[in-house]
């Protein structure tokens, strides 16, 4: 990201970059993790997701096990997903393990996609 990471975004700017949050929220949701049927946001998997003011895309996002063996694969698609979103000029990731993955992070789509209880704590 540029010098900007740290820039405070008024109203009107996150008014006007909502739609391309929405946008990268949805690219996001076409990256699968190859192990498990569901999408990587509704896993949990992304902690972060910041958009500055030159339309530059800051993830931070982890696995569910540190070892993962599609990590190469699976965050070349989350780049190349979000960098196709039109209106993105770039996308940097951050792979982090703190805090660790846990199954309180998948959201209910994906419970339920997992045949689980969406109603679990």
């Not at 196709?84 to 846990?102: A, E, H, N, R």
């Amino acid at each position: 990201m540029s010098d900007n990471t740290n820039e405070i975004l008024t109203p009107e700017d996150v008014k006007e970059l909502a739609p391309l949050y929405d946008a990268v929220v949805l690219a996001l949701k076409q990256v699968y993790d190859p192990e498990i049927p569901v999408n990587i946001y509704d896993l949990g998997l992304i902690y972060e997701l910041n958009i500055n003011k030159a339309h530059e895309v800051y993830i931070k996002m982890t696995f569910t096990a540190p070892n993962c063996p599609m990590a190469d694969e699976v965050m070349g698609d989350v780049q190349h997903s979000v960098e196709l979103t039109p209106g993105v000029k770039k996308c940097t990731l951050d792979l982090v393990f703190d805090p660790v993955w846990d199954q309180s992070m998948l959201s209910d789509e994906a419970r339920v996609a997992l045949g689980m209880d969406p109603d679990f704590d």
